[in-house]
């Protein structure tokens, strides 16, 4: 499985870059500037762990970095299955924001196994401490770098300039200190390690997974019909807003029992361009004959 690998602070050379056509979900390809390496990394004054390194060069030339210990595969599949992962990280955005998947649907919990290992409570205060603290120290650092030289003579803004280097050295000191007790303290530790009463629980996961099952299932629904629609309307984005506005539209259901057929009479979107791409839409969804499940009648789609 590849990773990220954070934290990268050398550059590699632009000519070690080349053009590669990277395979991605879906079977469609997309060009990639790519590099590759062997190299090692280590944590902790471990043993170094022998790895590929992948790197992506950006049109602004920003350099984003993949590891993988699987070095028999090819590196623009390395970088395809990070592409997969970007999607995937893109999906779950869009499902946290339009379609609530990470909403609460159950207020039972119950107990984690004891071996589960999370973050250290004590070193994540102790991370969240050095974060303000590197936060106010570029505050103060910009100002700093911003103020001119004071004037020799001009006793007032030399007192301002002592008493703001003063202040970014004892911020350092203070972020020094957190530092090594961070260091000290493990980063993980099982979860039975943390006193009971303040052990995390999870919520029970059975009607989670059924809504979230539904939710996704609504999501391919959506998907399709955004695919539909981009033969009329050419930006995506639009297409999948429109998608969603279709969905919370008003709509009247006439069925025919006579001729098995139902009627969905849709009403019209708030301009006449999305009103042409949706009577599109609509047309050719009535074309592909859906019918009931039930009833067995067949769907007519109008807008009206």
Same mark, same amino acid.
């Given at each position: 499985?590849?990773?990220?690998?954070?934290?990268?602070?050398?550059?590699?050379?632009?000519?070690?870059?080349?053009?590669?056509?990277?395979?991605?979900?879906?079977?469609?390809?997309?060009?990639?500037?790519?590099?590759?390496?062997?190299?090692?990394?280590?944590?902790?004054?471990?043993?170094?762990?022998?790895?590929?390194?992948?790197?992506?060069?950006?049109?602004?030339?920003?350099?984003?970095?993949?590891?993988?210990?699987?070095?028999?595969?090819?590196?623009?599949?390395?970088?395809?299955?990070?592409?997969?992962?970007?999607?995937?990280?893109?999906?779950?955005?869009?499902?946290?924001?339009?379609?609530?998947?990470?909403?609460?649907?159950?207020?039972?919990?119950?107990?984690?196994?004891?071996?589960?290992?999370?973050?250290?409570?004590?070193?994540?205060?102790?991370?969240?401490?050095?974060?303000?603290?590197?936060?106010?120290?570029?505050?103060?650092?910009?100002? !700093?770098?911003?103020? /001119?030289?004071?004037?020799? &003579?001009?006793?007032?803004? $030399? =007192?301002? *300039? %002592?008493?703001?280097?003063?202040?970014?050295?004892?911020?350092?000191?203070?972020?020094?200190?957190?530092?090594?007790?961070?260091?000290?303290?493990?980063?993980?530790?099982?979860?039975?390690?943390?006193?009971?009463?303040?052990?995390?629980?999870? !919520?029970?996961?059975? /009607?989670?997974?059924?809504? &979230?099952?539904?939710?996704? $299932? =609504?999501? *391919? %629904?959506?998907?399709?019909?955004?695919?539909?629609?981009?033969?009329?309307?050419?930006?995506?984005?639009?297409?999948?807003?429109?998608?969603?506005?279709?969905?919370?539209?008003?709509?009247?259901?006439?069925?025919?029992?006579?001729?098995?057929? !139902?009627?969905?009479?849709?009403?019209?979107?708030?301009?006449?361009?999305?009103?042409? =791409?949706?009577?599109?839409?609509?047309?050719?969804?009535?074309?592909?004959?859906?019918?009931?499940?039930?009833?067995?009648?067949?769907?007519?789609?109008?807008?009206?």
């Amino acid at each position: 499985m590849p990773s990220y690998r954070k934290n990268v602070t050398d550059v590699w050379p632009e000519t070690e870059f080349m053009e590669t056509h990277v395979p991605c979900p879906g079977g469609s390809t997309l060009p990639m500037r790519l590099a590759v390496r062997e190299t090692q990394i280590s944590a902790n004054k471990a043993a170094p762990l022998p790895v590929l390194e992948v790197r992506r060069l950006t049109q602004s030339g920003h350099q984003t970095a993949i590891i993988t210990t699987a070095r028999a595969l090819a590196s623009p599949t390395i970088a395809g299955r990070m592409f997969s992962r970007w999607c995937q990280e893109n999906y779950f955005g869009y499902m946290m924001q339009h379609y609530d998947i990470d909403g609460l649907v159950e207020y039972g919990s119950e107990n984690i196994l004891g071996t589960t290992r999370i973050i250290n409570p004590v070193w994540r205060d102790l991370d969240k401490q050095i974060a303000r603290l590197n936060t106010r120290l570029r505050s103060h650092q910009a100002k !700093l770098g911003a103020a /001119a030289p004071p004037d020799p &003579d001009d006793g007032q803004k $030399i =007192a301002q *300039r %002592a008493t703001l280097l003063e202040t970014i050295q004892s911020l350092q000191t203070q972020r020094d200190a957190l530092k090594i007790q961070r260091r000290a303290t493990p980063r993980k530790i099982a979860i039975e390690e943390v006193p009971e009463a303040e052990r995390p629980s999870q !919520l029970l996961p059975l /009607a989670k997974t059924l809504t &979230d099952t539904v939710k996704m $299932i =609504a999501y *391919r %629904a959506e998907t399709a019909l955004v695919g539909l629609l981009r033969k009329h309307l050419s930006n995506e984005a639009e297409a999948r807003a429109l998608v969603r506005e279709l969905f919370v539209s008003s709509a009247d259901l006439e069925p025919d029992d006579g001729v098995g057929t !139902l009627t969905i009479r849709i009403h019209r979107m708030a301009s006449p361009v999305h009103d042409r =791409a949706i009577a599109l839409l609509l047309a050719d969804l009535t074309a592909a004959n859906f019918r009931h499940p039930e009833t067995g009648h067949r769907f007519i789609y109008q807008l009206v």
